[in-house]
């Protein structure tokens, strides 16, 4: 009939990119990337004036990804455009097929797509981009998904940023979080100084692992189904400072190793005649009778080696000397020839009673540990630097822990392992998931985990050391500033352990942690000049001189510098010890 219209179907609900912070523009917003592995770049772009950068590092396939709110039973189309080798797009939890693409070629930009639909009860999926495994960096960028916006009655919306965020110390490396409770959260992600988020489920959050006597800022966004909100307002706090065993150390002390059992060609130096600058000086070196016995043997350097060497009851009166100076001398077991495996349980309890002898004998204020070469290595599917199963680790720790235990609170604890024990486990862990790797990387770290409310000082030997990858995901080579910024900024900041982000080595106070450095050309690889070193300092304690890298932190209560050795300084003309002193108006 005229006058009348036939009613067509419903319109469908129009296409819309739902990906939030496709082109980067905003940074890292929106997106979540394995290990640190992300960061924003202004060049290349494809679109606008950012993209996304990815490093795959150790086991990290750097995996950014993000969570969309999607309607069920329809049909999308996932885009993205990148440049790399072996660059993955795709999509899961779709309740159907999951989807995926690659590019293999690395060079011009190539767009990547996939089509999926959703399944019948579908209201979320997650959207990810990733590299693969020993490749070079990669970049993405306008990622988009295009398809029917759930919008709607009863469909999940964003949440509103949390308000009312405190924060307060509850103790040197300890901060409790409150805020109010936002309707429609199912999470909340607490965001830190540049660190990995902590995702907790309720409107609280105790945040551990910190740095003492350091201003902490975080802010905190809620989650749910449609994605996260923007972020609070930032709370700050301050935490207080703190102190690990053995107090009594100036603010920022210089710590040497003496050569009391041998000479070598930078020649011997009595006790007595060590200068005043030194605050921590190690006697090198307490070694075992045999790799695996715990038997720990120290004597000073016999006459024909070091004709000037003093009597035994010169040198112990010479230590007394200086520690009623307000020095602290320790016995360092192990160095570069010292191989020390404790094995077993009668090594350990070797260990602790023939250092107690040592330590007994000269009167001495405490222990490094110096382990070097093949002394720490992790076993076949010791994969956790928190709970290690090791034999060596567990009873070096146990063995500390009993030595901490008998000489009490005053007990200095001081440790001195290479790179590749530590930072390299940024990267590497032990022989990994797959076996294959080195077991000696990063097998250091569970012995400072587990010791680090009783450890004095951290001085890692940023020396005789391979290039190693800093935060940035980027290589640093010793010997200059760069590679000390890297190195300690590690240390401090904390970081996931094979770039596993459910297992983050937290930092250390910058109270704990000296950079150690060779006194010389000829002490050892990777000498520094007198002003690499200060930039470094002013980087790390001032933020400036930083050059290219980008601290996480600002640490003015950065304990000093330790050097290898006092023997090597004096044979330098006193340079290193000279500019320590100078730096801090010693």
């Not at 990290?60 to 993955?88: E, H």
């Not at 070079?136 to 919008?151: E, K």
């Not at 530590?422 to 770290?445: E, I, K, N």
């Not at 770039?499 to 450095?517: C, E, M, S, W």
Request: proline share 6%; glycine share 12%.
């Amino acid at each position: 009939m005229a006058g009348f219209l036939a009613a067509g179907p419903p319109a469908a609900a129009a296409d819309a990119d739902l990906v939030r912070n496709g082109g980067f523009e905003a940074g890292l917003d929106g997106w979540s990337c394995s290990g640190g592995s992300g960061a924003t770049v202004t060049t290349p772009v494809h679109g606008g004036s950012s993209a996304l950068r990815a490093t795959p590092a150790g086991q990290d396939n750097a995996r950014c990804s993000q969570t969309v709110t999607v309607k069920p039973d329809s049909t999308y189309t996932l885009g993205a455009w990148v440049q790399g080798a072996y660059v993955y797009l795709g999509a899961s939890g779709t309740g159907t097929t999951d989807v995926s693409a690659w590019t293999q070629t690395p060079g011009a930009w190539k767009q990547l797509t996939a089509t999926f639909r959703t399944g019948p009860s579908t209201t979320s999926v997650t959207v990810y981009t990733h590299g693969w495994y020993g490749q070079p960096a990669h970049v993405t960028d306008d990622l988009t998904l295009v398809g029917p916006d759930p919008g709607g009655p009863g469909q999940p919306q964003l949440p509103a940023a949390p308000t009312g965020l405190t924060a307060s110390a509850t103790s040197p490396t300890s901060v409790a979080l409150t805020w109010s409770a936002v309707p429609g959260a199912t999470s909340y992600t607490v965001h830190r100084d540049g660190a990995a988020p902590l995702s907790v489920t309720s409107a609280s959050a105790a945040v551990t692992g910190l740095a003492a006597a350091t201003t902490h800022t975080f802010r905190v966004s809620a989650v749910n189904a449609a994605g996260a909100s923007p972020q609070s307002a930032p709370a700050s706090v301050t935490t207080p400072g703190g102190g690990g065993g053995g107090g009594g150390l100036p603010a920022h002390a210089l710590v040497g190793y003496l050569h009391a059992s041998f000479a070598n060609g930078s020649g011997y130096v009595r006790m007595a005649d060590v200068p005043a600058s030194w605050d921590v000086i190690n006697l090198a070196f307490g070694e075992p009778t045999s790799v695996t016995s715990g038997d720990i043997r120290f004597r000073l350097c016999p006459v024909a080696e070091c004709p000037n060497v003093e009597s035994a009851a010169e040198f112990k009166a010479a230590i007394k000397a200086k520690q009623a100076a307000g020095k602290k001398v320790l016995i360092s077991i192990g160095g570069q020839n010292g191989q020390v495996q404790l094995a077993s349980t009668a090594a350990r309890d070797t260990f602790v009673s023939s250092v107690s002898n040592i330590i007994d004998e000269y009167g001495l204020n405490g222990l490094d540990i110096d382990f070097e070469g093949h002394s720490l290595s992790l076993a076949t599917g010791d994969n956790d630097f928190r709970a290690p199963t090791t034999p060596v680790v567990v009873n070096l720790i146990s063995a500390v822990k009993t030595l901490k235990a008998k000489y009490g609170p005053d007990f200095v604890l001081t440790m001195a392992p290479e790179t590749f024990f530590v930072q390299l486990g940024y990267q590497y862990y032990g022989s990994g998931t797959w076996g294959g790797q080195d077991p000696r990387a990063g097998a250091y770290l569970p012995v400072i985990h587990a010791l680090r409310d009783d450890l004095t000082l951290l001085h890692v030997q940023d020396y005789n050391s391979g290039s190693i990858m800093g935060l940035d995901n980027q290589y640093h080579s010793m010997g200059g500033a760069d590679f000390h910024i890297a190195m300690t900024d590690m240390l401090l900041t904390g970081f996931p352990v094979a770039g596993n982000t459910a297992r983050v080595f937290p930092a250390l106070r910058p109270d704990q942690v000296a950079i150690g450095l060779p006194a010389t050309t000829n002490a050892g690889n990777g000498h520094t000049a007198p002003a690499e070193v200060n930039k470094a300092l002013n980087c790390l304690t001032k933020k400036t001189d930083c050059g290219t890298y980008q601290t996480h932190g600002t640490w003015p209560g950065l304990r000093g510098l330790m050097t290898w050795s006092i023997n090597w300084d004096r044979f330098g003309g006193w340079e290193f010890s000279r500019n320590f002193d100078g730096y801090y108006g010693g």
